[in-house]
């Protein structure tokens, strides 16, 4: 039997390889939030798109001219929130499952021109504010994932409060 070598780990990170898991979109109401579901051995997750209109409690800078365009993308397990972490070994098939979720996202609101994400922590932890960990890990997929599936589409990465902020900039036909 072989041994497994970092590098291989490594450059698993962000490629979604591991086969994603089926997923439904649980309604399609452009201008409202957009809610897929998914469920894993262990848990049952859903993943929302929710249109940024300047008083989303989580992006209030954004209030002024806000796009009706603009969409935060939150996760969670049914029974946690965003910033909770399963610790299942679950996070690659779910992180690949996500991909394909923004994808099918992506593809069937061409309304849509940004993407927010913001990689929350979890504040009861010591260090939190300095914890990167799930950030870099989102910027791995979703920096290989525009290579694929999103030509052309721009990264920025910026602070609110303590918490980084990635947003996807997706360019579409006339723009």
Known sequence: MGMIKLKNILNEIGDASVAPYPFTRVNSDIGKNIKYNFDTPTEKYW????????????????????????????????????????????????????????????????????????????????????????????????????EKSLPGADINISKMYVDDVITISIPRLGD
């Open 47 to 146: 993943v929302k798109f929710a249109p940024d209109t300047g008083t989303h409690k989580f992006l209030p800078h954004y209030a002024k001219n806000n796009p009706p365009w603009k969409y935060e993308v939150i996760f969670s397990t049914y029974e946690g929130m965003p910033n909770d972490t399963t610790d299942r070994g679950e996070m690659y098939a779910v992180m690949s499952t996500i991909s394909d979720i923004v994808k099918d996202f992506v593809n069937r609101f061409t309304n849509a021109r940004e993407l927010v994400i913001i990689p929350t922590k979890d504040s009861a932890k010591k260090d939190w504010t300095k914890d990167r960990r799930r950030f870099k890990l989102y910027l791995a997929y979703i920096d290989k994932q525009l």
